[in-house]
């Protein structure tokens, strides 16, 4: 028996859009959401600006893919809490303050990446600027 491909296909295809759409909605709804994809542009940016090696870009970009996964991930877990939980509950708060404390520590590692990666370029920049 032949399987239907086309229509295998299609669903593969409109996970794409669902993805896109989740994450579309986390943009609108989270105000962290908003603010890590700010900083991450301003971080982009800047790397553009130094001009920085392959190496550093992989870590910029793996440290703000973290970021926003977590964000991601923290506002599935959030959602479905709510929906569960819609009434304070003890478990209800840990699984909340878990899955933030999730997106701190990536948070958190991003900085140090960042400080990493920018620390050499800026200080050669203000040396530049005094001198």
């Keep these: 028996m032949v399987k239907n491909t086309a229509a295998r296909h299609k669903k593969f295809w409109h996970s794409f859009r669902y993805a896109a759409q989740g994450i579309a ?7 962290n959401m908003k ?7 301003v971080v982009l940016i800047a790397a553009a600006m130094f001009k920085l090696s392959p190496a550093s870009w992989m ?33 209800a708060k840990t699984a909340k303050d878990t899955a933030a404390g999730a997106v701190l520590l990536t948070a958190v590692f991003a900085v140090i990446a960042g400080i990493y990666v920018f620390y050499g370029p800026v ?9």
Excluded: C, R, Y
């Excluded at 603010?35 to 542009?41: N, R």
């Excluded at 200080?123 to 001198?131: C, K, N, R, T």
């Design 59 to 91: 870590l910029l970009l793996l440290a703000i893919t973290l970021v926003l996964t977590a964000e991601l991930l923290n506002t599935a877990i959030e959602s479905v809490v709510d929906l569960v939980s819609p009434d304070d509950h003890p478990l």
């Design 123 to 131: 200080m050669d920049w203000i040396a530049e600027l005094v001198s």
């Design 35 to 41: 603010v890590h994809s700010g900083l991450a542009v």
């Design 25 to 31: 909605s986390a943009f609108k709804s989270e105000l």
